[in-house]
């Protein structure tokens, strides 16, 4: 017998949409004075009327569809009644029997070298997504005593997608939190940025017995034990930790005999890196659900008929293609992805290349040929020179692909200099910096800036008679069989030249000049 997690998510996005959720107030809230896009819709003043957001409703409607699900026929909104300051109407719209899609499913991919301990895959069910409005923001004073209310959240449309209890571990809980934060970038409906709150999620967790006997095992799959949700996680790496945490704690009080008994709600504290106890959870009665009366039902066939067929690639499928079409790694191919536009910019980037390669005068043969017989390098050197090189200064000059001011046609240049030995390395780096800066185009930097390669033999012979001679002990011991010795020459040969001299053409002098 041995305990196995049951983890379930409740994950709300934010939806960017221009106005809120039922009212015309502008929905950039977060950047403005606090209660100043607000208006007596989204504050609840008595005798307003709702108008539901068509942008919200088609959103939905997209993730619906990325996320397998089936959108229904009908809906509606309900009112969901609770008490509390961030709440300003008493209630909150939102959807309950009748909610926008049903019955999905999100395959995920777990990273594992113990396929015994770690699935590779996942397939999670969706048991749902439906619209709702988002309560206001609490903001609580460092006395301890007082707390503020900013309304400018309240109103704001989210879209809140549960899955069915099928995560098996707080890895996979936080990969798939990380696919559908992909998954809404990829579809522009929002940024789904964790830390302002664009995407949040509540995790429930509890444990299940099973028998080691794996022929016995499905006698124990339905059954649930009492669950604990926990709130307050705003990163990846809390909900993570916070499932870990929650792992711990339960498995010891099963140890002990004394199992959850009652579903509860617990906060993770970050700093202390624990859950601590709220309250017990409600019931869906304690809400008091009932049909919204000023807002009509919902027939979704339009929609659906609108929204089919417009989903772009997503994520996962562009990985796939990546690892196949371009032989990227998937460790490559998952960086290049995660970013929509990083994607798109290397794939162009990959495509002047082929444009080179083709117009090449003495390459020979069919376009496909002569990309087949090229790519594994040049595709080498685009991954290195993207994801680290570039990426690495990208990184340090707080610069993203959004703001890049090299262009793809240049960035594939700046390959095929690489690629036909034109520049080495350190110089590569030292123009690769230059087109980071201006934008400008790698062949005129490399020839202004004179750091083309060095690859005259009557030069490079020169420069290295003189290192030779200026360290003769070396050459010496060298000669005698000490070969770890001809780095040191290359080295040499590099720092007199400035790093343009050919490695390959200045490696193969030194032994010869040596001998």
């Keep these: 017998m041995h305990l196995v997690p049951v983890i379930g998510l409740e994950i709300h996005i934010q939806l960017k949409t221009k106005s809120k959720m039922f009212c015309g107030c502008d929905n950039t809230g977060?950047?403005?004075?606090?209660?100043?896009?607000?208006?007596?819709?989204?504050?609840?003043?008595?005798?307003t009327l709702p108008v539901i957001n068509e942008q919200a409703l088609e959103w939905a409607g997209l993730m619906a569809l990325a996320l397998n699900c089936e959108i229904q026929n009908a809906s509606k909104f309900d009112r969901k009644q609770y008490f509390y300051p961030d709440l300003p109407k008493g209630y909150q719209i939102s959807q309950y029997d009748k909610p926008i899609c049903l019955n999905g499913l999100l395959e995920i991919d777990i990273p594992t070298k113990d396929e015994k301990k770690q699935r590779p895959w996942a397939k999670i069910k969706i048991n749902r997504a439906h619209l709702e409005e988002d309560a206001a923001k609490l903001l609580h004073g460092g006395d301890g005593k007082h707390s503020l209310v900013d309304y400018n959240r309240s109103g704001t449309p989210l879209l809140e997608i549960v899955t069915e209890p099928d995560l098996h571990s707080p890895l996979e809980a936080k990969i798939f939190m990380q696919e559908l934060q992909t998954i809404a970038r990829y579809l522009e409906i929002s940024d789904a940025d964790m830390e302002k709150g664009h995407l949040r999620c509540d995790a429930n967790i509890s444990l299940r017995e099973v028998l080691d006997d794996p022929a016995k095992e499905k006698k124990n799959i339905s059954k649930l034990n009492p669950k604990t949700e926990i709130k307050n996680l705003n990163s990846f790496r809390a909900v993570e930790r916070a499932l870990e945490y929650e792992t711990k704690r339960q498995t010891e009080l099963w140890e002990k005999?004394?199992?959850?008994?009652?579903?509860?709600?617990?906060?993770?504290?970050?700093?202390?890196?624990?859950?601590?106890?709220?309250?017990?959870?409600?019931?869906?009665?304690d809400y008091r659900y009932?049909?919204?009366?000023?807002?009509?039902?919902?027939?979704l066939t339009d929609l659906r008929e609108k929204i089919v067929g417009s989903l772009p690639e997503l994520p996962r499928a562009k990985r796939a293609r990546f690892v196949m079409q371009y032989e990227f790694t998937p460790d490559e191919a998952k960086i290049l992805v995660e970013d929509k536009k990083l994607a798109n910019y290397a794939e162009n980037v990959i495509s002047e290349l082929k444009a080179w390669l083709i117009a090449l005068e003495e390459v020979e043969g069919t376009e496909d040929e002569i990309w087949e017989k090229h790519k594994k390098q040049l595709v080498r050197l685009v991954a290195g020179w993207l994801i680290n090189k570039l990426g690495g200064l990208m990184a340090d000059n707080k610069i993203d692909i959004r703001r890049l001011k090299i262009t793809p046609e240049n960035?594939?240049?700046?390959?095929?200099?690489?690629?036909?030995?034109?520049?080495?390395?350190?110089t590569a780096i030292k123009i690769l910096e230059e087109m980071m800066l201006t934008g400008g185009d790698p062949s005129q930097i490399m020839e202004t800036k004179n750091l083309g390669q060095i690859s005259d033999t009557n030069e490079l012979e020169k420069i290295i008679e003189t290192i030779i001679a200026e360290h003769p002990d070396e050459a010496a011991e060298?000669?005698?069989?000490?070969?770890?010795?001809?780095?040191?020459?290359?080295?040499q040969t590099?720092?007199?030249?400035?790093?343009?001299?050919n490695p390959k053409i200045a490696e193969k002098i030194i032994k010869d000049k040596i001998k």
């Design 30 to 47: 977060e950047d403005q004075p606090p209660n100043t896009t607000v208006c007596p819709i989204c504050m609840g003043h008595p005798g």
């Design 257 to 285: 005999g004394k199992p959850p008994a009652i579903t509860t709600t617990r906060g993770w504290n970050d700093a202390k890196q624990i859950t601590e106890e709220q309250r017990t959870k409600e019931a869906e009665n």
């Design 290 to 299: 009932f049909p919204e009366p000023d807002l009509p039902p919902l027939d």
């Design 411 to 426: 960035f594939a240049e700046f390959i095929t200099l690489i690629y036909q030995n034109k520049i080495s390395g350190p």
């Design 478 to 491: 060298y000669k005698q069989g000490k070969l770890t010795l001809l780095q040191f020459f290359i080295g």
């Design 494 to 501: 590099m720092k007199k030249t400035g790093g343009k001299a």
